[in-house]
């Protein structure tokens, strides 16, 4: 059901923010729409996802109504700050989006759509598990103004997806990505590797498929065991074996090669799209630090500087909306060393990098070092970006604590 949310101040029932909150009008505005409902739990997942047996109080089939009243509560917080901005990308994650009817999405995403307005070519996402993927809900989604599809492949073997707890066909994965061509959809497919039994040549071959698969867009994510998670009780009884870190670097070389070659381009450490157009926006706006508002229990939003976030549970969720009161569990304001740290940990992730000059001057001396350890390109470096190279992007923990200790 998630990790735990964060301390912070209380949120008012209003849901204000705080005097002198001041928002960049020129800056973009993206809009997050959790979906918490699952028809089973993973046993790696920590998001905020619940199944039918978990749920209490809350009713999958009104959730639609439930999350558009956060909406209009965000509108009159934000018209309290200026000019409303429109969305330029609206996400929708879980759980799993499309285990709702796509006729629920369209009214969110209408909902979205006469708070704030849309801008143009706006860039709007749903994930979705292949399993509940037809032609009809692809064409549907379509004509709400979806323009996107984020499908969860993760592997095409079958004892790597048991190992995962997925219960996807892997061979819905290719219908999947057809329905999505077929009403005219951008579509990405997510990868995960390092699950407890996958070797190299497993790998490889859900690598391959996804690339023949030929997706615009895709991720590939490195297996972490989350506490409190089935596999991590699992691991520490000793019934699977702990991801092999040794195994997961020889992964993320397979895969940054193979795409390489398929005519993708590495954009963040974990994501490859085949033009820079078909990066996924919305995801590029947390690592860049731009404004977003996250609706949905247990979502977290960023505003003029100001990070909150909802109660995490459905029904808590529901009772504070339907009370005519915020969902905010807490929110603070990060001070300038915190923003600093945050700067370097999310923007050294992602290809365009971060700028030298934003760095502190210890950071700036270590930047030398970096490159003489082959962790930071150096040509990025002389004309003022710290980007990762590949060997960066494997151990780019380390570099972020050699520019932050």
């Known amino acids: ?17 705080p005097a002198g909150t001041t928002i960049d009008q020129a800056g973009a505005f993206g809009v997050y729409l959790h979906v918490p409902f699952c028809r089973v739990r993973c046993g790696y997942c920590d998001f905020n996802t619940y199944t039918s047996d978990e749920l209490q109080g809350a009713r999958q089939d009104q959730y639609a109504d439930t999350l558009l009243h956060e909406v209009t509560l965000a509108r009159g917080v934000l018209e309290g700050l200026g000019p409303l901005r429109p969305a330029s990308t609206v996400f929708f994650g ?13 009214r969110m995403l209408d909902g979205v759509r006469e708070a704030f307005g849309m801008a143009e070519g706006a860039e709007i996402t749903v994930e979705a598990n292949p399993d ?92 972490i065991v989350e506490d409190g998670t089935k596999l991590a009780r699992q691991i520490r009884r000793g019934e699977v074996p702990a991801p092999d870190d040794d195994l997961q670097a020889d992964m993320y070389e397979l895969v940054d090669d193979r795409l390489a070659a398929a005519g993708f381009d590495w954009y963040e450490v974990s994501n490859w799209a ?40 459905p029904s808590a969720y529901a009772q504070r909306l339907a009370g005519g009161a915020s969902p905010g569990a807490g929110r603070e304001i990060p001070d300038a060393e915190a923003r600093a740290l945050e700067q370097v940990l999310l923007r050294t992730r992602i290809r365009e990098g971060l700028p030298v000059a934003e760095l502190a001057p210890d950071a700036r001396r270590a930047v030398a070092g970096l490159i003489a350890d082959d962790l930071i390109d150096g040509a990025s470096a002389v004309r003022g970006s710290v980007v990762l190279t590949r060997r960066g992007r494997l151990l780019a923990d380390a570099v972020v604590r050699a520019l932050t200790s």
């Open 1 to 17: 059901m998630g990790s735990a949310l964060p301390l912070g101040e209380p949120v008012p029932a209003d849901g204000s923010l």
């Open 94 to 106: 879980g759980g799993t989006p499309t285990l709702l009817p796509p006729g629920d999405l369209g």
């Open 132 to 223: 509940t993927v037809t032609d009809a809900v692809m064409a549907e989604l379509a004509a709400s103004g979806v323009t996107r599809v984020s499908i969860g492949m993760q592997s095409v073997v079958p004892h790597v997806l048991a190992a995962l707890d997925r219960t996807h066909n892997p061979a819905n994965v290719r219908t999947a990505v057809a329905a999505a061509r077929a009403a005219g959809l951008d579509v990405s497919v997510d990868l995960i590797y390092g699950a407890p039994g996958e070797s190299l040549e497993d790998w490889r071959a859900s690598v391959e498929t996804a690339i023949d698969l030929a997706p615009d867009h895709i991720s590939a994510y490195a297996l």
């Open 274 to 313: 085949r033009s820079h157009d078909q990066r996924s926006r919305h995801n590029l706006a947390y690592w860049q630090g731009t404004d977003w508002w996250g609706f949905g229990p247990g979502a977290h939003s960023h505003i003029g500087g100001v990070r909150f976030w909802n109660v995490k549970h």
